[in-house]
């Protein structure tokens, strides 16, 4: 049994949903004894760090989460929690933490021209190899949202940094918790999943799910429902790709703060979408295709530029790259690759023409491909896409 610290902090039921659904039992408690006898101990955490460390004494829970960690009893910090880890942070002041590791938690806000929260898809670099590691790559994205990071004052913990701004520490790890964590779960599962902030969680995918299904984001996750929705609004069968929109019973209402006209933008029927097109297959996994924004109707056929991005990314010596549509005559829209080479690396535009065709369809592979160095960025890291798209409409004297 693993035990999730219910100290009235967190998001308890989507870290216990997420652990059922790879087989283990998982109960959400603050009883000592209980958490004690567990095989694992999972710290979850949402809101302030000054709030949530009130409230782990008022429950009586920071020396027992202490003396866990040091009988080396498996322990997992998520978010806040993750934070709360350790000595202190400077959110309202200067905050005691956990002080399980040396070290400080600070805030975006000390950087320039940042958003804050820190929200979206980012990449992960790793700094060390451990199991808990096993089958993430460098480069795999993850999903954040948060508004400080920790700085600890031992480098040797770093399991992954994440560039936003600046390169900050996105998970740490010990050998020793690591090795605890291979010795109490053997076979232990990684565990991806699709939603977004304002859907929540509502898709599980354990690894035998991916070795199963390469590429599936999961099934749907218990509670939640899932609509793929044509362009003409119509909910569309297993295997035909459309907008995804979703809902999960119980979860609160939510909007947009002084913008609750894009709040009905994203709603249908009862169920909310972040944008993005997939299909569901057969049996019952979803795949998730591109941004709906980003979808490019070349001769009348939909293209993902999603797909070609990770086609390009298999490619010796690409360390980034932006697929998307540009104006043309015969078919409408024509696919426009630009490609940041890794540092010091020269690319060939046929040699990568050859390479695609080993795994793209022809009228997948980009009519126009374009070599350039440091592609423009948003805030948060990502390519800015318009930047590189918008010109060429506007010489065409249209949007599409």
């Known amino acids: 049994m693993i035990a999730i610290i219910d100290y009235g902090m967190g998001n308890l039921r989507s870290v216990q949903k997420g652990l059922e659904r790879v087989g283990f039992d998982a109960v959400v408690t603050r009883d000592?004894?209980?958490?004690?006898?567990?095989?694992g101990v999972v710290l979850p955490g949402v809101?302030?760090?000054?709030?949530?460390?009130?409230?782990l004494a008022k429950f009586g829970l920071v020396e027992p989460i202490r003396e866990i960690v040091r009988q080396k009893k498996p322990f997992l910090g998520i978010c806040l929690g993750f934070q709360l880890l350790f000595s202190e942070s400077e959110e309202?002041?200067?905050q005691k933490g956990l002080g399980l590791f040396s070290g400080r938690v600070v805030g975006?806000?000390?950087?320039q021209d940042l958003k804050v929260p820190h929200m979206g898809w980012n990449r992960i670099e790793k700094q060390q190899?451990?199991?808990?590691?096993?089958?993430?790559?460098?480069?795999?994205?993850?999903?954040?949202?948060?508004?400080f990071y920790v700085v600890p004052q031992d480098n040797g913990i770093i399991a992954t940094t994440t560039e936003y701004g600046r390169s900050f520490v996105s998970s740490v790890a010990t050998e020793r918790l690591f090795q605890a964590i291979t010795a109490?779960?053997?076979?232990?599962?990684?565990v991806h999943g699709y939603g977004s902030t304002e859907s929540g969680a509502v898709t599980f995918a354990s690894s035998d799910d991916a070795m199963k299904k390469p590429g599936t984001v999961g099934r749907i996750s218990p509670g939640a429902e899932l609509r793929f929705v044509g362009d003409d609004g119509k909910i569309l069968p297993q295997g035909e790709i459309g907008e995804i929109y979703s809902r999960i019973a119980g979860n609160p209402d939510f909007t947009y703060h002084n913008k609750s006209e894009k709040r009905a933008e994203i709603e249908r029927d009862g169920f909310i979408t972040s944008g993005d097109v997939g299909y569901i297959d057969e049996d019952g996994y979803v795949f998730i295709c591109d941004r709906k924004r980003d979808m490019v109707i070349s001769g009348g056929v939909n293209i993902y530029p999603a797909e070609i991005e990770a086609?390009?990314?298999?490619?010796?010596g690409v360390h980034d790259c932006a697929v998307f549509g540009i104006p043309d005559e015969e078919f409408g829209e024509?696919?426009?690759?630009?490609?940041?080479?890794?540092?010091g690396v020269t690319l060939d535009i046929a040699a990568i023409r050859v390479q695609l065709k080993t795994s793209l369809a022809d009228y997948k592979v980009p009519k126009h491909v374009e070599i350039q160095a440091n592609l423009p960025r948003e805030d948060s890291g990502k390519i800015f896409k318009r930047r590189l798209r918008d010109p060429y409409w506007e010489r065409a004297g249209r949007r599409i």
Not at 32 to 39: K, L, M, N, T
């Open 311 to 316: 086609a390009l990314h298999a490619v010796p």
């Open 32 to 39: 000592v004894s209980q958490i004690q006898a567990a095989r």
């Open 47 to 55: 809101g302030a760090f000054s709030a949530c460390m009130e409230n």
């Open 334 to 343: 024509a696919l426009m690759a630009v490609v940041e080479p890794q540092p």
């Open 129 to 147: 190899d451990s199991p808990f590691l096993d089958g993430i790559s460098n480069g795999d994205y993850v999903y954040f949202v948060h508004s």
């Open 92 to 94: 309202f002041g200067q």
């Open 184 to 190: 109490h779960f053997p076979g232990a599962d990684l």
């Open 108 to 111: 975006f806000h000390a950087e």
